[in-house]
């Protein structure tokens, strides 16, 4: 019955805490707080710079912007590709067993854009600033500087005036005063959870209401929303 009142009726009882949005449909604000309060998008399109938050949306995108033809058949299996390069990675990897070797550990994959991504870093992470006490390395001074006073020296200068809390980082006391003192959390509008930091906010309304796969299994398509999974799909698929 509530469907037919509010789809039918053009009831909007769906209501957005942050703004006036307003929806009949709790799929369509769950998208909406995504998208324009929490900036997020998962989905990038191969043709262009745009960029959805489900996998659907891009999909269709791509069928009526970019045609969504897929020409190129693989002839051992169903499988389809809008792009002759990608039919050939995809033989290449699953049929032939050839994978793109890293010269300098033994990760493989089966697309060049993964060993690169993977190289990139991993291996090419240029670490200038060196920790004259230990074997650390850092990529920026600050953070180096603050590897030393936290490590080396314990140096903690911001201190909360509350309590003993000490951190060598703004950010840090930031977020320790209003989650412990001030009792300030960000709130799902969708359930009742609630978070400290906003990342987590984030993060929790990818995996747990979108669904959104953010880790790739690099032997295959399989996608997963958390690294175990695909680390148990991978052991249990191809480690055998």
Known sequence: MSHVKSIHSGIKEHKCSQCDYRTSEKSSLRLH?????LGIRNYPCDYCDYQAIQKGRLNYHINNVHLGMKNFKCDQCDYQAAEKSKLQR????????????????DYKASQEVHLKRHINTIHMIIKDFKCSQCDFQATQKGILTHHINSVHIGMKKLKC?????????????????NSVHLGI????TLCDYQASRKTNLKNHVKVVHLKIKNFKCDQCDYQATR???????????HKK
Request: hydrophobic residues 25%; charged residues 20%.
């Open 33 to 37: 707080i995504s998208s324009s309060h």
């Open 90 to 105: 995809h033989v290449e990897s699953i049929h032939l067993g050839i994978y793109y070797e890293c010269n300098q550990c």
């Open 161 to 177: 005036k509350q309590c003993d809390y000490q951190t060598a980082a703004k950010s840090s006391l930031s977020e320790h005063v």
């Open 185 to 188: 959390k960000h709130k799902c």
């Open 227 to 237: 690294e175990k999974i695909i680390t148990r799909h991978f052991n249990n698929v």
